[in-house]
């Protein structure tokens, strides 16, 4: 059974930045993918960023070129890299990890003061 171990959020002001990471108990070469799922007060929860291999990143509309995720094959981590945080980026940010089916880590609150 994979675990997925997110850490690094906390609170942080506007403009400021943040770096999230994702432990996995298992080897990343496993997953088809992973990424960064974010949910937001009263809002649902949507993609910000995945990563299919070190060259095949994506990212939601509203975090381009602030947002940059990234990954360490031997440490088996996927990072997050938050620049320019704004409130509205204010969520409980999840990591996901796919091999046959989704894989969720519990979650870590990013909070941006204005």
């Known amino acids: 059974q994979v675990q997925l171990v997110e850490s690094g959020g906390g609170l942080v002001q506007a403009g400021g930045s943040l770096r999230l990471s994702c432990e996995s108990s298992?080897?990343?070469?496993?997953?088809?993918?992973m990424g960064w799922y974010r949910q937001g007060p009263g809002k649902q929860r949507e993609l910000v960023a995945g990563?299919?291999?070190?060259?095949?990143?994506y990212y939601g509309d509203s975090v381009k070129g602030r947002f940059t995720i990234s990954r360490d094959n031997v440490k088996n981590t996927v990072y997050l890299q938050m620049n320019s945080l704004k409130p509205e980026d204010t969520a409980v940010y999840y990591c996901n990890g796919y091999i046959r089916r989704d894989y969720w880590g519990q979650g870590t609150q990013v909070t941006v003061s204005s």
């Open positions: 298992g080897s990343l070469g496993s997953f088809v993918r």
């Open positions: 990563l299919t291999s070190d060259v095949n990143k």
